[in-house]
């Protein structure tokens, strides 16, 4: 076996490197010095690799020898949370993950992809860029959905909308605003030059966020059945090609980088955010489509996390095979890279493919026809090792399979117990408190609150038209509704998950998320067919964080499995924390549905006066976890809201029979904000108003309109069909209840009269903006002020210069 | 009439543009790649459409790079013949960037990009609703070309409210004079902001687009 030391002077290298490097790599330059000056690998290299000791004698085990340092920063990488799962991959498994419309198995693809029927399939997923977006807004935001995006074209489907799910702190904080405008417009960046279009989402500001805001970006694509590639190697001395971006020493180790708490020092740390370039992206979206109608292609894999050890590495294993690489043929766009930072290195826009030998020429036509790089790096062998040589020289030579999930990364198995303030939780007396104001006071404060108000000054940055296919632009549901264009159906699609539910009880908060979803989706109309979630904690090395985490999936679980919608895949983003704390547990939920005649497509706004408003489902006596309660009473900890599964899912189908049969105008659910806001919303698209009145007296008012109590939908329908409806709703098995009649424009509450429906939109709308407007005229109330945001800032700056090397 | 698209690697419109061209509104229409240069098979009655979207990433300025392709050589010697040409968003700064129209188009008043319905109007009385989506949207000439413009009869589109009223709360962008589409004194080049290829299909409940191309004379 040759020698797999590397022999670099560690002279030559401490002169380089220090004088080259020092600014950009701080952070990962340090711990490299020493082990290249020392070039001992022991367990205290393996820790500065965020490696534990256990973990780093399993290597030696598996490999039979010390690692050398290239091959340590594999596993480093490759058994990181964000690759291997290892702390979630136990509970993620007890997620339903079957169901007759599942076309490949969870996990075994980039994303999900699910039968929509008339020889089409839907692929979708979301994910995390939590940990990049903290520490650089823009780009960190940009490439998560550029990241995304290539996870859906790598198995060969064209994306068609994507969603996104963002978590903030206060909207009042600088450092909020600058946070929110940053990854806004990174979103929009990216997304808009793209050219899909960006249909929906959700947008949350709680203090728990403050440090570590999430976010998380899905995309949803169309092919068709039996055009789809998969991320695997096979057939020997096949060559493997590398193509797009030059490869940089951007985003190193990002991996592992999210794979750790936000401190102080992660401004440090910035080379581990990447730099995105929609515009390259674009032509590898096109080229990519087109090279598999060659049908030379054996496999494709995008670079996200991890790069090249990642992709080779998991494509080799799911093919049982290995690949000899050449690390000197890669492409770069710096000098002297080195065999473990070509490894390593999440420089974006990069696919590597295995092409059918002597069938390259078709394939190469076409990336030079887009003008993309396109270099072959190796072959395909059958020993099942990853070999990676640099100048003729083996640097690492690693068993694929030992390095990825369901191989050999670890599964761990993390202690958990109940966490110690469920106790202030059931401590929560309703009766402490009082409706102290008068109702209207209230909803008018309650309509401007963040989480409720209008997010158009976000929505309108992203092109969410692009594409010709958006439903929802000019006829708004619930859920956002595309044209499957060519597929003779529309996909509605969604992203939900009320963290705060999820604090207060894990396992019912997780069904809650599902549950959500599932209601949005079946509102619009559609069947809800499919899941993917991207499941946000703190540190799962916390026992009462991975309480959150264990119930949490336990309640998804049981809520996919009531409303058959199995997890196709997604994401865990762990170590969303910081010394003072963890966010709240956050299972974003991205479910996806199907319109299979586009006349069943439903709508959220009331039509016109004297159309009759109902409200489908039980009203309760709960004001609990509520925003009315949190914002405006400033109580942190309450109960979940009301929800039983059963009742959620006899509402669902009731709501769906009864759009099958035409009989309504109008469905939305009520959510944060309880009925007020949700009849609101139903009258501002059309700017119609209402004249309602709480029938059910026993309930108090602030919990009768404030409240968010689960499994309720506000439906409308014509006078001519009120009837009709009735008696559907008595054969049905829901509770319903009269609330009253659509009217001009005028909203009268219980008799009293609220004004004009124009006034509450203006409040609805313009909230979010009037705190934004010092941002967008660059005030500087908007910029960071502390020294650790000043060095936020620096970094910023530090990120143009990676990007201009 | 037959149309051509022509598509630039970053071209991201050119698939709606041409659904809306042959399937909304019957049109032939032949694609044409940036890179290529033949377009004979088009008679100076043919149209040819530069679509919205980032043709070489605009990284530089929007359509700045483009004016230099291939395609665009053939494109500006056609409309110089009396081709007809229309860029909608990205196509109508290429044309700006080429000299086949007067102007510019600047980043937006509000430092922003904009995404969302807005209407506008060819003569203040029929207000026609169409998307918006861009960057760098803000139409922008000297004083004295806006007046010869407006003279000349070449302001085709200005941004209005809902009624039809011109006025300064309806512009999306900063653009001067609520400029959101312009032809040139021959009136064979037309170029506008608003994607009528967004507006055009029933599925979509919004046909304003139909009547943008009757405008234009294209339809």
């Not at chain 1, 974006?348 to 069938?359: F, H």
């Not at chain 1, 899912?649 to 009731?654: C, D, L, P, Y």
């Not at chain 1, 609805?764 to 967008?776: G, N, P, Q, R």
Request: proline share 4%; aromatic share 8%; net charge negative.
């Amino acid at each position: 076996m040759p020698s797999l030391v590397n022999k670099q002077s560690p002279f030559k290298f401490l002169l380089k490197g220090l004088f080259l490097f020092k600014k950009i790599y701080s952070c990962l330059l340090a711990p490299l010095s020493y082990l290249r000056t020392a070039m001992e690998i022991n367990v205290q290299t393996a820790r500065q690799l965020r490696l534990t000791d256990e973990e780093f004698e399993l290597i030696k085990k598996v490999m039979g020898r010390t690692p050398n340092f290239t091959e340590l920063c594999a596993y480093s990488v490759m058994w990181s949370e964000h690759c291997s799962y290892k702390n979630s991959i136990k509970w993620l498994k007890t997620l339903p993950r079957d169901g007759k419309r599942m076309l490949v198995k969870a996990g075994e693809e980039n994303a999900g992809l699910m039968d929509i029927g008339n020889g089409f399939g839907v692929v979708f997923k979301i994910e995390s860029h939590n940990h990049p977006s903290a520490i650089e807004p823009f780009q960190g935001a940009a490439t998560g959905v550029g990241g995304i995006h290539r996870d859906i074209f790598t198995m060969g489907a064209r994306p068609i909308a994507s969603l996104n799910s963002l978590r903030f702190g206060n909207l009042n904080e600088a450092k909020t605003q600058h946070l929110v405008a940053g990854v806004v417009h990174g979103i929009g960046h990216y997304g808009n030059c793209f050219g899909v279009p960006t249909v929906g989402g959700e947008v949350y500001f709680e203090e728990r966020y403050h440090t570590n805001p999430l976010v998380n970006a899905m995309s949803v694509g169309i092919v068709r059945n039996g055009e789809t590639i998969s991320a695997t190697a096979e057939g020997l001395d096949n060559p493997v090609f590398i193509v797009g971006s030059a490869t940089g020493k951007d985003g190193m180790g990002g991996a592992s980088f999210a794979s750790a708490d936000i401190t102080a020092e992660s401004v440090e740390e910035l080379p581990a955010v990447q730099v995105g370039d929609p515009f390259q992206e674009k032509k590898l979206l096109e080229a990519c489509l087109e090279i598999i109608k060659t049908g030379a292609v054996v496999g494709m894999q995008d670079m996200g996390a991890a790069g090249i050890i990642c992709s080779t590495a998991e494509m080799s294993a799911k093919g049982g095979v290995g690949m000899e690489i050449d690390l000197s043929r890669v492409p770069t766009r710096q000098k002297n890279m080195k065999a473990w930072e070509l490894l390593l290195s999440e420089s974006q826009e990069r696919m590597l493919i295995v092409i059918q030998k002597g069938k390259e020429e078709s394939v190469l036509k076409i990336f030079e026809k887009w003008d993309l790089p396109c270099e072959q790096i190796g072959r395909v062998t059958d020993n099942g090792l990853l070999q990676f040589y640099m100048n003729g020289q083996l640097e690492a030579s690693i068993n694929a399979e030992s390095l990825v999930l369901g191989g050999g990364a670890p599964q761990n198995d993390r202690e958990y117990k109940e966490p110690a303030y469920f106790e202030k939780i059931k401590a929560f007396d309703p009766g402490s408190i009082t409706l102290s104001e008068d109702l209207k006071s209230v909803a008018k404060k309650l309509i401007q609150i963040p989480n409720i108000a209008s997010k158009r000054w976000i929505s309108t940055q992203y092109d969410s038209m692009v594409g010709a296919a958006n439903l929802s632009t000019n006829s708004p549901s619930d859920a956002s509704v595309v044209l499957a264009k060519g597929t003779g159906k529309a996909l509605a699609m969604t992203v939900d998950c009320n963290s705060r539910y999820v604090f207060a009880d894990p396992y019912k908060g997780g069904m809650i998320a599902v549950a959500e979803a599932a209601r949005n989706i079946v509102c619009s109309g559609a069947e809800p067919i499919g899941v993917t979630n991207c499941l946000n904690f703190g540190n799962p090395f916390d026992p009462e964080v991975y309480y959150q985490f264990v119930y949490a999936v336990k309640g998804m679980g049981e809520a996919c499995t009531r409303f058959d919608t199995p997890v196709t895949g997604g994401n865990v983003s762990f170590y969303n924390q910081n010394p003072d704390g963890a966010v709240y547990p956050t299972p974003t939920i991205g479910m996806v549905g199907v319109i299979d005649d586009l006349e069943d497509k439903m709508t959220m706004d009331f039509k016109q006066q004297g159309d009759v408003i109902y409200l489908i489902g039980e009203s309760r006596n709960d004001i609990n976890c509520s925003e009315y309660l949190h914002k405006l009473k400033g109580v942190e900890y309450s109960p979940a809201p009301h929800f039983n599964i059963e009742e959620e899912f006899e509402v669902q189908q009731a709501v769906r029979q009864l759009i099958k049969k035409k009989l309504l105008q109008s469905a939305h659910d009520i959510s944060e904000g309880g009925l007020i806001t949700t009849l609101l919303e139903c009258g501002f698209p059309r700017r119609l108003g209402f004249d309602v009145q709480q029938s059910a007296t026993t309930i108090r008012k602030d919990a009768y309109w404030f409240g968010e109590a689960q499994s309720r939908v506000v439906v409308s329908c014509t006078l001519k069909n009120a009837e009709e409806l009735l008696t559907q709703l008595k054969s049905l098995n829901v509770a319903y209840e009269y609330l009253g009649i659509v009217t001009e424009n005028n909203i009268d509450m219980e008799g009293e009269y609220w004004g004009h429906i124009d006034d509450w939109k203006e409040l609805y709308d313009t909230a979010i903006e009037k705190k934004l407007t010092s941002v967008e005229k660059g005030g500087e109330s908007s910029e960071p002020k502390s020294s650790k945001e000043e060095a936020v800032k620096q970094g910023i700056t530090l990120k143009g210069e990676v990007k201009g090397i | 009439m037959k149309f051509g698209i022509v598509v630039f690697p970053g071209s991201n419109c050119d698939r709606d543009m041409q659904d809306a061209l042959q399937n909304e509104l019957g049109k032939e229409v032949v694609m044409l790649w940036h890179k290529d240069k033949d377009i004979s098979m088009f008679s100076t009655d043919d149209c040819i459409v530069l679509p919205g979207g980032f043709s070489y990433g605009d990284y530089l300025r929007c359509g700045a790079i483009a004016r230099f392709s291939p395609m665009m050589e053939s494109v500006i010697d056609f409309a110089k013949r009396g081709g007809k040409v229309l860029g909608v968003c990205n196509g109508f700064q290429i044309l700006c960037e080429s000299g086949l129209l007067p102007g510019a188009l600047l980043p937006n008043a509000q430092q922003q990009f904009v995404c969302k319905n807005v209407y506008i109007t060819d003569d203040a009385k029929t207000p026609l609703m169409v998307p918006v989506a861009h960057g760098e949207g803000r139409y922008y000439a000297e004083e004295n070309v806006l007046d010869e413009l407006e003279a000349a009869g070449q302001v085709m589109f200005r941004y209005c409210d809902e009624k039809g009223n011109i006025e300064p709360l309806s512009n999306p962008n900063g653009a001067m004079r609520n400029i959101a589409g312009i032809r040139n004194k021959e009136n064979n080049v037309f170029g506008m902001m608003p994607h009528p290829e967004r507006a055009i299909s029933p599925a979509l409940g919004n046909i304003d687009g139909i009547q943008v191309f009757k405008l234009l004379g294209l339809n």
